[in-house]
C-alpha cells in the first residue's frame, strides 16, 4: 500500500523566502508527526498532530515555522523568511491512533542559499 | 527532560562479524519507550523494535538482538553474521507518551558501514 509521501523531495531556496513543504500520511493515519534531521542537531521533534485536537507545537524553533493539517489528512509546514540554519531534511511520520510505530516518508531535503 | 546518547558515531566492520551499536538514555519518567530505527542511503526511517520500561526481557529477531539495561540505562543493539545490506545509521530514541503523543527524542545516530 501507499507509504508517507513528502513534495517536493528537494527544494532549494534564497534567503528570506518562504518555503512551504508537505506531507501526505497514509491514509486511516490519524498521527502525524514532522522532525526536522539537519547536520550537528540530529534527529528532533517539531510538531505533532492528533485529529482534531490542539497540535502539539513543543519543538518548533521560532515563530518563523508553522504547520497546518488540513481535513485530519495532509499536512504542510511552512517556513517564513527562511535562514541557513533551516537547510535540513523535513520528515513527516505518521501513525495509527494509539500506535506507536511511526512510519515516515522519505524526507523533503531544503537548502537555503 | 529526555536525552539520548549513541556515542558511536561511525562503525566499519567485515561482514560476518557481530557489531553492537550502543545506547544510553536519561528520563525521569518510569513509563517510557525506546526504539531502534534504521536509516539505509534511500532515507527513509525504518522502525525495528519498541521496548517498554517494564519489559526488561531480551529480544532476539533473526540476526538483530536487543539488550535493555535499566540499571544503566542502555538499550543496545547486536546484529550478528553482519551483512552488506546493514550498511545505514541506525537510531536509538524514547518516546514518553501522553494521550498518544508518542513524539520521538533521537540519539545522534550511529553509522554501520559493513565492508564485504
Known amino acids: 500500500g501507499a507509504g508517507v509521501s513528502q513534495s517536493p523531495s528537494n527544494k532549494v531556496t534564497e534567503k528570506g523566502k518562504d518555503v512551504e513543504l508537505r506531507c501526505d500520511p497514509i491514509?486511516?493515519?490519524?498521527?502525524l508527526y514532522w522532525y526536522r534531521q539537519s547536520l550537528g542537531q540530529g534527529l528532533e521533534f517539531l510538531i505533532y498532530f492528533q485529529g482534531n485536537s490542539a497540535p502539539d507545537k513543543s519543538g518548533l524553533p521560532s515563530d518563523r515555522f508553522s504547520a497546518e493539517r488540513t481535513g485530519g489528512s495532509v499536512s504542510t509546514l511552512t517556513i517564513q523568511r527562511t535562514q541557513q540554519e533551516d537547510s535540513a531534511v523535513y520528515l513527516c511520520?505518521?501513525?495509527?491512533?494509539?500506535?506507536?510505530?511511526?512510519?515516515f516518508g522519505p524526507g523533503t531535503r531544503l537548502t537555503v542559499t | 527532560a529526555q536525552k539520548v546518547t549513541q556515542a558511536q558515531t561511525e562503525i566499519s566492520v567485515v561482514e560476518k562479524e557481530d557489531v553492537t551499536l550502543d545506547c544510553v538514555y536519561e528520563?525521569?519518567?518510569?513509563?517510557?519507550?525506546l526504539f531502534w530505527y534504521k536509516q539505509p542511503p534511500s532515507g527513509e526511517l525504518v522502525f525495528l523494535i519498541r521496548r517498554n520500561s517494564f519489559d526488561e526481557q531480551n529480544e532476539i529477531s533473526g540476526r538483530y538482538s536487543w539488550n535493555f539495561q535499566k540499571s544503566t540505562s542502555s538499550f543496545n543493539f547486536t546484529i550478528t553474521a553482519s551483512q552488506v545490506v546493514d550498511s545505514a545509521v541506525y537510531f536509538c530514541?524514547?518516546?514518553?507518551?501522553?494521550?498518544?503523543?508518542?513524539?520521538?527524542?533521537f540519539g545522534t545516530g550511529t553509522r554501520l558501514t559493513i565492508i564485504p
Open positions: 530514541a524514547l518516546s514518553e507518551p501522553n494521550f498518544g503523543n508518542e513524539k520521538l527524542t
Open positions: 491514509s486511516g493515519h490519524t498521527a
Open positions: 511520520a505518521s501513525s495509527l491512533p494509539n500506535s506507536y510505530e511511526q512510519y
Open positions: 528520563t525521569r519518567d518510569t513509563t517510557y519507550y
